[in-house]
């Protein structure tokens, strides 16, 4: 079976899903092909397993113009590659790419919805009316959580029996060693957030709780792994409150297993999510978790059995989350083993696959 894969810009847990998700298939025979906005680094690393990668820029906009130039491309490679299913990921790459689909003929397609729609209330509508049109080209749709499922059906009015859920996963670890400049601090406590720098991650949050946590103790290190457009905005805030030693923005970090396992306390503060990989990173790491109650999030994290849920936006009940695990060590190593077990359970890397080839298998089939 040979699957062609569409992706837009991506970056964070939609690329780190992708690139797992397509080394898995190929480990197990299939022939797979990217076509996507990607950087040279990314193109590297599927090159390097002898994945095809097609670079299409995508402009990630509403322009009609140029989705039909998009498609006109991304049509010239699927005539060329020939596959039996093409699967989308993302609003925009499965618009442009059902475009394509529809231009060659070919029936076989799957879009997963990795997050929400966009807040914007015109594009929002744009997307609305463009699955409305789509929708009868699409054999089926994934979504990455319970919630987006939800989502999908009502907000989009895709029927209930063309979707199904299937949770991000990951593979087990690789160890390898953490870059130099981070190394274990000894008598210090760690507290990390993988998350891109954006709005909508709530990363300005979790910095003025650190602020609050430091006045009370001097013993604690917070490490930000991740990068975006905020970045400038998020290193001024810690220099005004003079916290440029205890709180380091990191950037991306292809270290993130293991400084994570370095870690005491894991915390993600976003304002919207779809199914994190981070936090399943965490989970995987064993650590207690301190999330948001958005989203996907509380389908990973349990509260009160591997972790806390907290409303975004509160600094203060942040706080506390994040003490509770620090003052006692012990809570937070029974609610990391409680996540790894639901790791193990729910979100590796081989039930995910397994799910996804059933989707496959069902499109062909006219299931």
């Known amino acids: 079976m040979k699957i062609a894969h569409i992706v837009r810009t991506s970056q964070g847990g939609m690329l780190s899903h992708i690139k797992i998700l397509l080394s898995m298939l190929i480990e197990k025979g299939y022939d797979v092909c990217l076509i996507g906005d990607i950087d040279d680094v990314t193109e590297r690393w599927f090159r390097g397993l002898e994945i095809k990668a097609y670079r299409v820029v995508f402009n990630n906009d509403s322009n009609v113009f140029s989705l039909f130039s998009q498609a006109i491309k991304i049509s010239s490679v699927i005539k060329k590659e020939r596959p039996d299913v093409v699967h989308m990921h993302g609003y925009i790459a499965s618009v442009v790419g ?15 919805v990795h997050n929400y729609m966009p807040d914007r209330f015109f594009l929002r509508k744009f997307f609305v009316l463009m699955e409305r049109i789509l929708s009868g080209r699409t054999k089926a749709y994934i979504a990455v959580s319970e919630a987006l499922k939800v989502h999908v059906i009502e907000q989009m009015g895709v029927p209930e029996g063309k979707i199904r859920t299937v949770y991000n996963g990951i593979p087990d670890f690789v ?20 998350a891109r720098l954006i ?51 990191l950037g991306y970090r292809d270290d993130v297993d293991v400084l994570l396992k370095s870690s005491d306390v894991f915390v993600l ?16 790491a064993a650590k207690p978790i301190v999330a948001t109650d958005v989203g996907g999030i509380p389908e990973e994290v349990v509260d009160g059995v591997n ?8 600094v203060g009940k942040l706080k506390e989350a994040i003490l509770y695990f620090l003052n006692d060590p012990q809570r937070g190593q029974r609610y990391g083993l409680k996540g790894y077990e639901r790791y193990k359970e729910l979100f590796s890397a081989d039930k995910m696959c397994e799910k996804v080839i059933q989707v496959y298998s069902d499109v062909l089939c006219g299931k």
């Open 269 to 284: 503060p976003s304002f919207s999510e779809g199914m994190p990989v981070s936090v399943i990173e965490a989970m995987r």
């Open 98 to 112: 059902r475009l394509a689909c529809m231009v060659d003929g070919v029936y076989a397609t799957v879009v997963t």
């Open 175 to 194: 160890d390898g060693g953490a870059k130099d400049d981070v190394k274990e601090l000894s008598g210090k406590k760690r507290v990390i957030s993988v």
């Open 307 to 314: 972790g806390l849920l907290v409303k975004p936006g509160n």
């Open 199 to 249: 709005p909508e991650k709530g990363v300005e949050y979790l910095i003025k709780a650190a602020d609050e946590i430091l006045k009370e103790r001097d013993d604690v290190e917070f490490l930000v792994l991740g990068d975006g457009p905020q970045k400038s905005q998020l290193e001024d805030l810690i220099k005004v409150l003079n916290r440029q030693e205890q709180v380091k923005l």
